[in-house]
């Protein structure tokens, strides 16, 4: 099974839209293999967008990321999933992600997205690593 990294970001929770995200995922047919609520911080969220910190969005996104918690999911499917995943996210910009998709449909700001997916196999594990490290050893 592929699996893939999914946060309903604090601003999904916030809005009470955790549902109607994996709700999305479900009836696509993928399996929810993990999930936690979860404050997450600075530490561990540094780690998960290591590729960012020199971004000049980075600082927003870490206090976005830990104002409030954050939903944690790993979820599976066929081979393939990591981009069925991001697919029904939509384009980080919800101002040009397609209607239909998650962001599309509920976002506005490009920081407050709702939603994260890991965008390969790899960054896949190395996330759910971060998130869930329990998992590794149960395969
Ligand atoms: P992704 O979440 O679609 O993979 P990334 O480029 O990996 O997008 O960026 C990680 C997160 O950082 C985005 O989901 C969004 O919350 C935030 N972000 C990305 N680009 C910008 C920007 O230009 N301004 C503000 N926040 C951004
Ligand atoms: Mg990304």
Redesign the pocket.
């Known amino acids: 099974m592929e699996k893939t990294l999914v946060i309903c970001k604090p601003d999904a929770v916030e809005r009470g839209l955790v549902g109607e995200i994996i709700g999305r995922f479900e009836r696509k047919g993928l399996v929810i293999l993990a999930g936690e609520l979860r404050l997450l911080d600075t530490e561990v969220l540094g780690r998960h ?1 290591s590729e ?1 910190t020199e971004k000049p ?1 980075f600082g ?2 870490v206090a976005f990321m830990s104002r409030s918690a954050a939903m944690l999911l790993v979820v599976g499917g066929p081979e393939g999933t990591v981009g069925v995943v991001r697919t029904l996210m939509g384009s ?1 910009d919800p101002r040009q992600a397609a209607p239909g998709t998650i962001r599309g449909d509920f976002g506005l700001a ?2 407050e ?1 709702l939603v ?1 997916g890991s ?1 390969a196999v790899e960054s896949a594990l190395r996330e759910i690593g971060i998130f869930f490290p329990e998992l590794e050893t149960r395969g």
């Open positions: 967008y960012h969005f927003d996104l980080t490009v920081t997205n994260h965008d």
